[in-house]
């Protein structure tokens, strides 16, 4: 080969390359349209809202390639449902180019609960909204109108940080403010705290400690004084309304029950 080659001019041998060069040169050329699939597209079909299975499916037999990029979750939507895709619908592109998908999570992400105690109803809606979560409410006597007094899921407490799903649904107790009925103010002197508690919170009067010294088992301690009282300075009884509050004294002590308005009888 190599003596055909240096025994022939050198002009034909460089002739003979020149050819051999334009000759792959245009084969190139040719094939491009080959290897680009020039002239060959395909519109892009409407894929959001769509499942997955069909999304592949219609992508599939349009020959587009099919690449999952993303994944949100989306409590309205079915679960693999296609929520966005580049390029988008009806966009005119090459054949065999890559669509890409962003999906529904089928199953919900697991999030943090927010502190939502205080909060005005208003403020831990949209609170609860920009995490993902939405509520029920139910009411409670207490001063605090419209304030979050109490966050419950599965009707129990859930602390602040606890794991839920994205998409639960979480009950706030409100304050229904100062309540229109009113109730005679109970004696709670000599009662435990756990008593008088439960003793007013059925008439949606609310329980406030102002001293406990020494006290270490704040729901077995005894009261041994209340403010307002049962009776006045002129022994008439007083009447407070649902959702105001009795301020009261703890001791591990209890006291002697005297009540000087009924002829220093105790009472029952």
Do not use: C
Not at 23 to 45: K, Q
Not at 189 to 198: C, F, I, L, N, P
Not at 252 to 268: A, C, F, G, R
């Amino acid at each position: 080969m190599l003596k055909f080659i240096t025994h022939r001019p050198l002009w034909l041998n460089f002739i003979t390359a020149v050819v051999l060069a334009v000759a792959l040169f245009a084969a190139f050329i040719l094939s491009l349209n080959f290897l680009t699939h020039h002239g060959r597209s395909r519109t892009v079909p409407q894929l959001v809202g769509k499942t997955l299975a069909e999304a592949e499916k219609i992508l599939d037999k349009e020959g587009f390639d099919i690449v999952i990029q993303d994944s949100v979750y989306i409590d309205s939507l079915p679960p693999l449902a296609v929520i966005k895709q580049v390029p988008e619908s009806d966009a005119v592109v090459k054949v065999n180019r890559t669509v890409y998908l962003t999906l529904n999570r089928s199953v919900a992400p697991m999030i943090e609960m927010p502190n939502l105690i205080g909060f005005s109803y208003r403020n831990a809606i949209m609170n609860l909204s920009s995490v993902g979560l939405s509520a029920d409410t139910t009411y409670k006597a207490d001063f605090a109108k419209n304030s979050v007094l109490e966050q419950l899921y599965k009707d129990e407490a859930i602390a602040p940080g606890a794991k839920i799903r994205m998409g639960s649904r979480v009950t706030l107790v409100l304050g229904t403010g100062v309540g229109e009925m009113f109730y005679g103010v109970p004696n709670l002197v000599g009662r435990t705290y756990a008593e008088g508690k439960a003793l007013l919170e059925a008439n949606g009067v609310n329980l406030l400690v102002l001293s406990a010294q020494g006290v270490t088992d704040t729901l077995n301690a005894y009261i041994i004084d209340q403010n307002p009282k049962r009776y006045n300075e002129e022994g008439e009884p007083l009447r407070i309304r649902s959702g105001q509050f009795i301020n009261v004294k703890l001791s591990t002590e209890k006291p002697v029950i005297v009540d000087s308005t009924i002829n220093n009888q105790p009472l029952q």
